[in-house]
């Protein structure tokens, strides 16, 4: 299964501070805590098997200690302590395993063997997100540009503005979600007055470029009557979108000559099952004066009006397959959308799809 191998978001960031917290991702219980931070630095995040070796109760009702030896993740049944990054034994200077238990409180003379230890997974933090993948890549099976996160440079770009928006839990498949993302032609309809207008439903769909990195598309236009949080009059808008993983898109758009405003959106999704996900939208601006809460209440507003829609599509599942049991038929306008179904099928997926 392709997709325990990509990089997947599980919650933002800030979420994450003193308690560990529990969340599943493809059926495995997890749990996410972060080491006590430095000088104001956050500190590392974990992803672990939610389930004590000894007697399998849930670490994530358990807590973290900042420990003279290197942060430990308590379990809240009888106490046993599991060494975090910089973890040594206690009363030796020897290292151990991230994950292995270095302290019993019921026998503390004891020193566990390596087998008592927890089931680990890579997280690592992006684009304001704590990520994570169950197994590591097949490099034969995966393409290179999936081994990592996707990339969104406008986010670490310190000339830009971040704003994050979500978790929106939508009751749709992940593909489902990214093609709404994709696709401009919705705007006059679902977003009238605000991203379009039924009078100026006509929309160019520039260029189409497919590979085994992803699919890009350049030199797409849509008029928007309200293309930004602070915009007072309608523009042509010029979009550039990138899909640089199965559950993610990215937009930039560029208003009309002499508009101050440039907006770049990813959407990342965590799949929460074959017809359930979870969306963030990481925002980065420039020259957009509004404040960072009116661009979420924007954002908010927007996917308000997609939620309904998108939840009544039917399949749920994205039909990616020439044989599969529900046919959908394709117009001029979905050029993008096609190609992101033929990068899905190329890459074998089957969460989210038929």
């Known amino acids: 299964m392709i997709e325990r191998q990509l990089w997947h978001p599980l919650i933002a960031g800030i979420h994450l501070r003193d308690d560990p917290v529990a969340v599943e991702l ?30 399998g109760a849930r670490l994530s009702l358990g807590r ?29 200077g020897e290292p151990v395993a991230v994950g292995r238990s270095v302290h019993v409180p019921a026998a503390p003379a004891f020193e566990p063997p390596a087998a008592h230890c927890v089931e680990v997974f890579e997280a690592q933090e992006r684009h304001g997100l704590v990520w994570v993948r169950l197994e590591r890549a097949d490099r034969s099976v995966v393409p290179a540009a999936l081994c990592e996160p996707p990339l969104f440079d406008a986010w ?5 503005r971040q704003v994050l928006c979500g978790p929106y839990e939508v009751g749709t498949s992940a593909p489902r979600l990214v093609e709404n993302f994709l696709d401009l032609s919705h705007f006059g309809f679902v977003h009238e007055g605000w991203l379009g207008a039924r009078s100026h439903a006509q929309v160019e769909t520039g260029r189409v ?9 350049r030199e797409c236009k849509a008029w928007q ?8 009059d309608g523009a042509w808008i010029a979009y550039r979108y990138d899909v640089p993983h199965p559950f993610a898109a990215i937009l930039r758009k560029d208003a009309a000559e002499g508009d101050p405003v440039s907006n770049a959106i990813a959407l990342f999704i965590r799949p929460d099952g074959p017809e359930a996900c979870t969306a963030w939208f990481t925002m980065a601006t420039l020259g957009d004066l509004s404040d960072d809460e009116e661009l979420r209440e924007f954002q908010n507003a927007v996917f308000a009006q997609d939620r309904p829609v998108v939840e009544s ?7 990616i397959g020439k044989d599969g049991p529900v046919g959908e038929v394709h117009g001029p306008a979905d050029r993008m959308s096609s190609a992101y179904r033929r990068y899905l099928a190329r890459l074998g997926m089957s969460l989210g799809v038929c």
């Open 225 to 232: 009557p309200r293309a930004y949080a602070g915009a007072e």
């Open 313 to 319: 599509q039917q399949p749920k599942r994205l039909p």
């Open 64 to 92: 973290v200690l900042n420990h003279l030896h290197g942060a430990r993740l308590e379990c809240p049944y009888h106490g046993w302590q599991f060494a975090g990054e910089v973890a040594a034994r206690q009363g030796h």
């Open 209 to 217: 470029d497919e590979s085994p990195e992803g699919v890009k598309a």
């Open 26 to 55: 493809l059926g495995q219980a997890l749990v996410l805590w972060r080491e006590p931070g430095h000088e104001g630095a956050a500190g590392l995040v974990h992803a672990w098997a939610d389930r004590c070796p000894h007697r």
């Open 156 to 160: 670490n770009d310190p000339v830009w």
